[in-house]
Nanobody, 122 residues
C-alpha cells in the first residue's frame, strides 16, 4: 500500500488549507485513515481519523478541521480552517486495514505517507 500526502504550504493565521492523501494498492474503503502531525522538537500527535463517514478529532483541532474521504477516488482529505501558528507541523496520513478502536495511536497504523509541511504564520 502506498500513501501520498500533498496540499501543504504556507498560510497566514486564520487561513485554510486542504490536505489530500492518495492511496494505492489496497481496497481503499477497507482502510481506516488517519492524519497525524509532528512539529519540530515534538512527538508525532494524532489529528483526525475516519472510518466510513465517521470522523474523530483531537481536541486541539475539533471544530476547525474536518476529515473526509472519497472512496471512488481512493483519497482522504483534511480540511483545515482557522489555522493557528501552533498548527505548524509536518502532516502525515496513515492507514490501517479494517476497523479498529485505538485510532489515535500512531504505532497501530500499518501504512504511512511521506508527509507534507504546513506552516502557519502569525
Amino acid at each position: 500500500v502506498q500513501l501520498q500526502a500533498y496540499g501543504g504550504g504556507w498560510v497566514q493565521a486564520g487561513g485554510s488549507l486542504r490536505l489530500s492523501c492518495a492511496a494505492s494498492g489496497h481496497t481503499f474503503s477497507n482502510l481506516f485513515m488517519g492524519w497525524f502531525r509532528q512539529a519540530p522538537g515534538k512527538e508525532r500527535e494524532f489529528v483526525a481519523a475516519i472510518w466510513g463517514a465517521t470522523g474523530n478529532y483531537a481536541d486541539s483541532v475539533k471544530g476547525r478541521f474536518t476529515i473526509a474521504r472519497d472512496n471512488s477516488k481512493n483519497t482522504a482529505y483534511l480540511q483545515m480552517n482557522s489555522l493557528k501558528p501552533e498548527d505548524t507541523a509536518v502532516y502525515y496520513c496513515a492507514g490501517r486495514s479494517g476497523y479498529f478502536s485505538s485510532w489515535n495511536i500512531d504505532s497501530l497504523y500499518h501504512y504511512w505517507g511521506s508527509g507534507t509541511q504546513v506552516t502557519v504564520s502569525s
